[in-house]
């Protein structure tokens, strides 16, 4: 009982996740400098190889696990892993998707960097409007912050909250732990 | 000065004892499951995987990012699981033991869960349901039988820091309660009218004290590390032979070569403990390349090899990893959740 219950408890926390989904590789991607346009036009630059390299990496990677995905579930004989492989297939499929919209498409700071870089308008005003430009996206990235400390706390008081009424010693301690999961990711946040 | 000082720790702890009845090493190591199904004692010198926290505490503040990671592990034999959950609780029947002990081979079973956080100087891990189970007979015209079926739920501390130029020094706090049974018997014995008390349940509380050092020169274009620790020392409550406190000196080191595409790391690592008992068995090597969403990892000793690939996709991971020795060989997977 205690193991069905723990595993749905992993799924659920795995179906949580999904509300918050980012890529890991690209979760920092963060101007953290002045507001200075050549400095800025140097991270954009940059960023833009970075992206071609990280396109292409999920591109190979992806192609390598949708081919070895496909082989290993015929070749495997056990169930655990010929599910591993089904997944490992699919997810390849899906990355290589991802690696071709790295490779063309970039990241968010592309087009704005594009707007302003042929606009004809002087340094000085460049200057200014991506100082506005940072300011809010700052802003939108503390707001995200709060939301997600404030949703894992909620979840959290629900599971203790939850604890406390159970009678079952079992789903009791499953509870815990999905509080105490939770309360550890909410204080992350705030960090 | 570091490495002289370790190397006389070693000598002063480590001594030549046979175990028999002892869990594996393989099994009593508290190391994030993936990493150590995967890498072996090698996870404790290298740190280009990252699921849960790491092998060696010192390289939290050298990762220095923040992570959550909730990975669930499992182990081919699941029917095992089951059986040894049902010898640890009381609630196996004679037909339960009959099945146990007419697998006449060495058989083991892993099934885990576990949720960690690790932060720039610390790290904490929560395994609130490890199963274990162990068996492996000797001399099959009078069969004897090492045996052991274990529930755990362990507790993870590890702090961190920057000690100076290059160097990292770090302190994990593991706390395992282990309820288990297990003996070493002959095989007559299970099934005679007193086989109760070999299967009464015992319970054990251990504190691990385990340091860890990590020298880095992260300013080179291999990026080569050095690493130490010393693991497995600590207090119990109880002494038991399926649990005993053996210390483990491990030193190792790692390199990063430079390739086109990817990350690859080439790690060696020197794992000393009173069960050792050739030089040849205390190395290890491995090897970690990865690309885009996939990473693979190969380690190898003169006792056992194992090989395996780990799958991240935005926020999910799924990781299998193939692992044989001579008398035995299983398959391990891997789903994991990072935010």
Redesign the interface.
Known sequence: M??IL??LL?IS??AG??A?????DREDLEYKGLPNWSEFRGFVLEQQREDE??G???????G??AVGGVVGYNLAE?P??R???A??ST??I??IG??ASYYWTGNEYDSFYYALEHANISIQEKNAILKRYLEKERQWRENRRWIRVATHALIAVANFYSAAQEENSDVK?VFY?LG??NT??AI?YT? | MLLRSFVSLLVLILCSTSFAGALPSFLRDGSTRFLYRSFGSACYSMDSVERGLPCNPAFVAKIGEQRFDGDLFLGTNMDYIRDADAMVNGTADQATVAKIFSRRDVSQAEASLEASYLAHTWGVSLEPYRMVFYTRFENPSLPAIDFVAAEEQSAKLQLSSYVSKNFYAGLQLRYTHVRFVGDYFMASEAFAGDSQKLFAPKIQELLYVEPGFVYAWEDLVWQPQVSAMLSGWGMSSVKSDQYPMMPQGLLGTSIKPVVPLGLLEVGVQLDVSRETEYWRDAFRAAISYKLGILQFVVSASDYDHSAGFLLAYKNLTSGLSYWSEPENKGVYISFGVTL
Do not use: E, H, N
């Open positions: 205690i193991r723990l595993l992993f926390t795995l996740s999904f918050f989904a980012k890529d890991k390299r990280l292409l990496s999920y591109m190979i990677s992806g390598l696990a056990d655990f892993s599910s591993v492989y997944i490992t997810v390849g899906a990355a991802l690696g301690s732990f105490a999961a550890v990711m992350s960090f």
